[in-house]
């Protein structure tokens, strides 16, 4: 069963980038998900209609964390400072899986 992944930041830009090289490293593991990226001020309406399995959200956002556990229904947490700063896509990925699983 396909899982999503939502990845959110300030304007929906730099987790853009991020999304290309998690889906690069999803192929390369086979592993079958949708990810894809908004902004922060469109968490609600995007997890409503894309249902996602988890929302990563990016390090400039953290401090919406706890209202954003509030209002959706999955798991929710930051990435990682490191792994956001270098577009580690693959470890990004993983932290996904981790809270999917």
Known sequence: MTKTIML???GGMSTS???????????????DVNIFATASSAIPLEADTHHPSVI???PQIQFLLDNI???????????NMK????MNGKNVLHQAMKLIN
């Open 8 to 10: 959110a930041c300030a």
């Open 83 to 86: 792994d956001y700063g270098t």
């Open 56 to 58: 990563l959200l990016g």
């Open 17 to 31: 980038l991020l999304v290309t090289k998690m889906i690069a490293a999803a192929k390369a593991e086979k592993i």
């Open 69 to 79: 556990i509030k209002e959706v229904d999955v798991p929710v947490e930051v990435i």
